[in-house]
Nanobody
Framework: QVQLVESGGALVQPGGSLRLSCAAS????????MGWYRQAAGKQRELVAT???????NYVDSVKGRFTISRDNAKNTVYLQMNSLKPEDTAVYYC??????????????WGQGTQVTVSS
């Protein structure tokens, strides 16, 4: 079955950098939009960044200029490069992808989440 697995979360100091990865596995015919969301403790989940199959990107204002979303279609993987990290970036980060699989319908899938903690 289709599965998304995130990796790369860690404890980092303010101003540091991390790169998150999310790989899709299973029988996959096509992947359309992919994105990253985050949920801080006690807060609702918010959209961080999206990327289309053609490479078009969008970001929430709070991360513009600091985060970069990218994808490697050959590897069915989406990345989030996070620079100049701030304590307010602390959250569980989730990837999302719209995938066409053996069900023959487009479905949205979620990863299990990876913890990013920014603290001195």
């Amino acid at each position: 079955q289709v599965q998304l697995v995130e990796s790369g979360g860690a404890l980092v100091q303010p101003g540091g950098s991390l790169r998150l990865s999310c790989a899709a596995s299973g029988i996959i015919f096509s992947i359309n939009n992919m994105g990253w969301y985050r949920q801080a403790a006690g807060k609702q989940r918010e959209l961080v960044a999206t990327i289309t199959s053609g490479g078009g990107t969008n970001y929430v204002d709070s991360v513009k200029g600091r985060f970069t979303i990218s994808r490697d279609n050959a590897k069915n993987t989406v990345y989030l490069q996070m620079n100049s990290l701030k304590p307010e970036d602390t959250a569980v980060y989730y990837c999302n992808a719209e995938i066409l699989g053996v069900s023959s319908v487009w479905r949205n899938y979620w990863g299990q989440g990876t913890q990013v903690t920014v603290s001195s």
